[in-house]
């Protein structure tokens, strides 16, 4: 067997400046409920399909247990600041740390705004020309330097300026999170009342069904617990059993990576991919909701691999403590914009909502 691949300062340029080099680093990581193995796990609930479950061409049913979106706005927030009272943290001094103040006792991070930097809470805030500018001159000029500086992370996850410059910023770094041959569990549950309100005297008999249906809806008569909130036939989903394993996979495209050009574009490059490594060696959020606990497999294999553009794959020595030795090497050598907070601004965010109206108005006049 291979030996991994050291990290060496030679490597590193490689990844971020060779246009023939490595195409990808990547990560498989078995991950198992607390419960051990073949514990019921919690997939995430979309409307109308329930859990997102495909069936392959052999039968085999393959379940999303964290969609790409999801794991990106997981990861993301191991770059703030701690709150007030908590243990320091140390990854908080990689990125600028950006606060959005809304009225006198309300503040956003923007490493919690779903949208990141092309978020309308940033559109709507004191940052709003400077986030634009950044989008403009990533859009004209393939410059991500004001990107890097202003919001890295929206270079590390991906970002859309959708509602303005229509700017796209590919991920460079991609995770998810999936279980191979799944079988689908339901559940029932009962509630009864603490006493009969009826035999009590506290409520008179009555033999109306709306009545009653009240009464279970707050509390006041049993209510069992088998169909649908919405009241379909269909049994309230209570599951997965994991046959097979599950298994996040996480990908630093540095193809991706290489194309981020601007003024001291070396340094840039390395210190995004400083903090995408920081991002995918982190050990990740295991509480992802509620009857979803996963760690790794104690005895399971974590394998980084580097990919070449001939397909082949090169063990690769990784994890979070070398990650941060790097990022944070590479973060005093680009330099980036001061911690700052800034405004929500109520105006901007009511013109944006009346231009948007204005023009499907003029639209639906033809």
């Known amino acids: 067997m291979t030996a991994p691949l050291a990290l060496t300062s030679e490597l590193l340029s490689t990844w971020a400046e060779d246009p023939r080099g490595p195409v990808a680093l990547v990560l498989r990581q078995k991950l198992v ?10 997939p995430p609930t979309y409307a109308d399909i329930g859990y ?27 770059f703030k600041r701690a709150a007030p009272g908590r243990p320091e943290n140390p990854l908080a001094t990689l990125v600028p740390q950006i606060d959005i103040a809304i009225g006198n006792d309300k ?3 923007i490493l ?16 709003a020309d400077e986030a634009r500018a950044a989008f ?18 929206s270079l590390v996850f991906g970002a859309w300026d959708s509602r303005d410059t229509q700017a796209k910023l590919p991920r460079i770094v991609q995770s998810t999170i999936r279980a191979w041959d799944v079988d689908v569990l339901h559940r029932a549950a009962q509630y009864i009342p603490p006493i009969d309100y009826v035999a009590e005297g506290a409520l008179e008999e009555t033999g109306d069904k709306g009545e009653n249906d009240v009464r279970s809806q707050l509390g ?10 919405d009241g379909r036939k269909e049994k309230v989903l209570g599951g997965v059993v994991v046959r097979g394993e599950i298994r996040r996979d996480v990908t630093i495209n540095l193809v991706a990576l290489r194309q981020l050009g601007g003024e001291n574009g070396a340094a840039l490059r390395r210190y995004v991919l400083g903090l995408a490594l920081v991002a995918a ?36 020595a990784l994890d979070a403590g070398r990650a941060l030795k790097i990022a944070r090497e590479a973060k ?5 914009a001061p911690d700052r907070s800034v405004k929500f601004d109520p105006g901007r965010a009511r013109a944006s909502l009346d231009e948007k109206k204005d023009g499907k108005a003029k639209k639906a006049k033809g």
């Open 332 to 336: 005093a050598a680009f330099g980036v």
């Open 52 to 78: 997102s479950i495909d069936t392959l061409s052999d039968g085999t049913k393959v379940a999303t247990i964290d969609s790409v979106g999801s794991q990106a706005n997981r990861i993301e927030p191991i």
């Open 220 to 229: 006041f008569r049993h209510a069992p617990a088998v169909w649908r909130d």
């Open 136 to 153: 403009k001159l990533y859009q004209d000029n393939g410059d991500a330097s004001a990107l890097a500086k202003l919001a890295p992370t």
């Open 33 to 42: 409920p607390v419960e051990g193995e073949g514990g019921v796990v919690f």
């Open 281 to 316: 060696a982190e050990p990740p959020d295991a509480f992802l909701r509620q009857g979803c606990l996963l760690t790794p497999a104690p005895n399971g294999a974590s394998d980084w691999a580097m990919v070449a553009r001939t397909g082949e794959r090169t063990p690769l």
């Open 112 to 127: 919690d705004a779903g949208h990141r930097l092309g978020d309308a809470l940033i559109r709507s805030s004191d940052l």
């Open 107 to 109: 503040t956003v991070s």
